[in-house]
């Protein structure tokens, strides 16, 4: 089966039975991309002997320069399996935990994965977080065991030994799949090497089996070894098990194709009435209905602009037809309807529901957004990050002329990127720009360097949070001509009920009577549960605890400004606030509601949070990271010293045939030279990695140096202010 033109696809692509859309997903080096490329090969995208090498889909510079995949790439397949064609949309993601951003977004547009993990590292922690994401979003998982070479040429194992290794990879597997799934997908999704989703190969050497193919082609494991040993021919192996034939048979036979799979995804991912026309719609992925589409990558082209790329669960998109952008209330018009052949774009005309369509002169839209043809419908499910931004930069342009190309630059890596967060400080001009980890910055300065423009970088810096640990009694502050007052009191906000609002279960969005039930049920009182003024997106809520006083409504919003910039800038150092729960008690205004404005409730009730707070014995919080690292056996005490000397600690330590595992927690403040120090100390030996883990307390021994350092680096006196500084006596 050589290639076959783009009209070939398009005849195909009517029919929802023949469609797949699947994404490839590990952890990082563990082989994605290489597999990825033996498909292409197999489709005569790319000549099959560059497949493995040529790592088609990693088509930055960048990306081949490290060796990593960083941004998503998205390729259209043709498949031929007994005699029926099948159209099948791949995204191959990246594994590096700095990106999950991008593998989170690639998920919503997939129904099924192919889960990579090398054979002799298994089931690592990076493949735990991809794998939950996507049971998360009812997306099936299959297996894919790669470098099964290695356990010859490395462990020398025998075929009996092989096959129980394996078998213990796939146990693992198949304990994530009881943890994460859903109760009715727990055992319908498991892997199995009975059923054909599981599959062997090595992506390098082009071969590949599952017991499909075991069947059909007549190969035992036993082939494998000989092909390894002396005078074996791989050549051979890969010409007689084609690696594409194994993951793409999986693909087609484990995997729904898109109707089948809205039917049991949208109710998940999707929050309208699944009785009203669209609903009906989106369910059943028809074709005639109103076009709705989600789109979940933005990818920049030097000649085209902005493309955007998505999934398409209802209706059918055509060139030059007008669409509303839901979330921004826009319109825009679509100019051309592509599909991804590799890194090429074929142009089509239009596309039916249940495919990705990359769209052009949508130069409104961004990652995350619903666009559809109609106007009011119900926006998709928001995508839970991860984890967040903990590490910033500060970037200026070296001549001040470039200063105008820099700011386009970073709007455009912005669009690109949505977990790249970049902000402008009004007052000092310096620009910030804050990613994952130190990898997401380091590529996104290179990116900006690429577009021509020579920057300076700052160290990188870390993002702290602000939070109270104790409560404080009602203090009162003045509006600044004396005229009304204000009281307030703090104390901290349950964990829980923090996340629910960071994660957007509690929001302003959500019914007044909803909110109230939930927060009951939390063990509020039914006043306090009545009384919500306004929830703060990073996990804190503004009560309205007054009774029976006047003007309340009209000021409500003054007074919550106020609060609103307290939550953004912290008393301590300026940083955000987290995890607060301030109550407003009492509130005597002027008579006169030209004494009563913006200009002097907004500072009266900044004042009130900020003495409250300075009261109720606040603290900073810094990122921890957990830290998995393997080593050998013998080098488990220096990585030990090595965390310890980072004010980190170990939790766990597990052995794995030769390697130990050693997790622990370090703060990410102290990760930036972790690398010479590990290597230093374990002669190279030390493989690791980091995630975001939590928000911890900073240690009371360095608080105080800490804040100072902070508030010289932002131009403040190094001091923090008193509680004394806000409150006003009568």
């Not at 000549?47 to 090498?53: I, L, T, V």
């Not at 170990?650 to 030279?673: C, H, N, R, W, Y």
Request: with cysteine; hydrophobic share 40%.
């Amino acid at each position: 089966m050589k290639f076959k033109a783009t009209d070939q696809i398009l005849k195909i692509i009517k029919n929802k039975e023949q469609i797949r859309n699947f994404g490839v997903i590990a952890h990082v080096d563990h082989g994605k991309t290489t597999m990825s490329d033996n498909l292409l090969g197999y489709a005569g995208i790319i000549a099959p002997q560059a497949a493995g090498r040529a790592l088609a889909l990693d088509s930055m510079k960048l990306e081949q320069d490290r060796q990593m995949t960083i941004v998503q790439a998205n390729v259209t397949l043709l498949f031929e399996k007994a005699g029926v064609e099948y159209v099948v949309n791949m995204i191959d993601t990246p594994g590096h935990i700095d990106f999950t951003g991008r593998v989170t977004r690639s998920l919503r547009a997939i129904d099924g994965a192919v889960v990579v993990s090398d054979s002799v590292e298994g089931i690592m922690t990076q493949t735990e977080t991809v794998t939950r994401q996507a049971l998360e979003e009812r997306v099936r998982p299959v297996l894919y065991i790669n470098k099964i070479d290695r356990l010859i040429k490395e462990l020398r194992l025998t075929p009996e030994k092989m096959q129980e290794w394996l078998a213990n990879i796939i146990a693992t597997f198949n304990g994530l799949i009881d943890t994460y799934a859903e109760p009715e997908y727990r055992q319908k999704w498991k892997v199995s090497i009975q059923d054909g989703s599981v599959s062997f190969g090595s992506a390098k050497d082009r071969w590949g089996f599952n017991i499909d193919v075991m069947k059909e082609k007549g190969i035992s494991f036993k082939d494998i070894y000989n092909a390894y040993a002396d005078g074996g021919n791989i050549d051979e192996l890969a010409k007689k098990a084609p690696l594409a034939e194994a993951v793409l048979g999986m693909v087609v036979k484990h995997h729904p194709p898109p109707h089948v799979a809205q039917k049991y995804r949208i109710p998940k991912i999707w929050k309208g009435d699944l009785e009203s026309d669209i609903g009906k719609s989106i369910l059943n992925c028809d074709d005639n209905g109103p076009a709705v589409m989600m789109i979940v990558n933005m990818a920049m082209d030097p000649a085209a602009g902005p493309v955007a790329i998505g999934r398409l669960f209802s209706g059918t998109v055509k060139d030059g037809m007008p669409i509303h952008l839901i979330d921004s209330k826009r319109e825009g018009k679509i100019q051309s309807v592509n599909f991804f052949m590799g890194n090429q774009r074929e142009m089509v005309g239009e596309l039916g529901a249940g495919n990705i369509p990359a769209l052009l002169g949508l130069t409104e839209a961004r990652a995350g957004q619903t666009l559809a043809s109609v106007k009011d419908v119900a926006l998709f499910e928001g995508i839970q990050y991860v984890s967040e931004p903990v590490v910033q930069i500060a970037v200026e342009a070296k001549h001040p002329k470039d200063l105008p190309k820099l700011v386009e630059v970073l709007r455009r890596l912005t669009i690109e990127d949505p977990n790249l967060v970049v902000k402008i400080n009004e007052e000092s001009g310096e620009t910030v720009i804050a990613g994952m980890g130190v990898l997401h910055l380091e590529i996104a300065s290179s990116l900006i360097a690429d577009a021509g423009v020579q920057i300076v970088t700052s160290q990188p810096l870390i993002n702290y949070r602000e939070t109270i640990t104790g409560s404080c009694e009602p203090i009162m502050a003045k509006s600044p001509n004396r005229h009304n007052k204000i009281f307030m009191k703090v104390e901290p906000l349950a964990p829980e009920i923090a996340d629910m609002i960071r994660s957007g279960q509690l929001s302003e969005m959500k019914d007044k009577k909803e909110i109230a039930t939930i927060l009951r049920d939390k063990g509020w009182s039914p006043d306090e549960a009545k009384s919500v003024m306004k929830f703060d997106s990073r996990g804190n809520v503004f009560l309205n605890g007054t009774k029976g006083v006047q003007f309340i409504q009209e000021s409500a919003d003054s007074i919550l400004s106020g609060f609103d910039e307290v939550m953004k800038e912290g008393p301590l150092a300026k940083e955000q606030v987290r995890n607060c729960k301030f109550t407003f008690t009492h509130f005597v205004p002027h008579e006169d509601p030209a004494h009563r404005g913006l200009s002097q409730l907004s500072p009266a009730s900044r004042r009130a949070c900020l003495g409250a707070m300075l009261s109720a014995q606040p603290v900073l919080l810094e990122p921890m990271l957990g830290i998995e690292v393997r080593v050998p056996q013998d080098m488990i005490g220096n990585v030990a010293s090595v965390l310890s000397g980072k004010r980190g600690k170990v939790l766990d330590m597990q052995q794995k045939g030769v390697t130990s595992i050693v997790t622990g927690e370090v703060p990410a403040s102290e990760t930036f030279d972790i690398a010479e120090i590990m290597r230093g100390q374990t002669a190279g030996k030390a493989m690791w990695n980091t995630h975001f883990k939590a928000w911890t307390t900073i240690p009371k021994s360095i608080q105080a140096t800490l804040i100072a350092d902070i508030r010289k680096r932002k131009g403040l006196s190094p001091e923090p202010p008193t509680a004394d500084e806000f409150i006003d006596k009568e």
